[in-house]
Nanobody
Framework: QVQLVESGGGLVQPGGSLRLSCAVSGFSLNDFSIGWFRQAPGKEREGVSCISSSDGSTPYASSVKGRFTISRDKAKNTVYLQMTSLKPEDTAVYYC????????????????WGQGTQVTVSS
């Protein structure tokens, strides 16, 4: 049974940090790339970052580049999103999702999704 379970969200002050985790089961991180997406109220879902199963490349959205870092621990079947220098505009529900082999900018290419974790950046 395929599962992606996000955790680590919460309330943080501007400038703070959070680390999100995406624990996967039912498939291998050697075969699937994992992307992080977010959706703020009233806005479309947007891609944040991804880690490719094929070559380990890690593209980032321009809005988070230099502040967020994606990584994975294959032994733990977990992908992480380290978020630093958080801003109120980072407030959203964050989702992880799996795509076959490579990262895609089109979220329709991601076939498995987690349930999401809320991140709120506010003073």
């Amino acid at each position: 049974q395929v599962q992606l379970v996000e955790s680590g969200g919460g309330l943080v002050q501007p400038g703070g940090s959070l680390r999100l985790s995406c624990a996967v089961s039912g498939f291998s991180l050697n075969d699937f790339s994992i992307g992080w997406f977010r959706q703020a109220p009233g806005k479309e879902r947007e891609g944040v970052s991804c880690i490719s199963s094929s070559d380990g490349s890690t593209p980032y959205a321009s809005s988070v580049k230099g502040r967020f870092t994606i990584s994975r621990d294959k032994a733990k079947n977990t992908v992480y999103l380290q978020m630093t220098s958080l801003k109120p505009e980072d407030t959203a529900v964050y989702y992880c999702a799996a795509s076959r082999y490579v990262c895609y900018s089109d979220d329709q290419q991601y076939i498995y999704w987690g349930q999401g974790t809320q991140v709120t950046v506010s003073s």
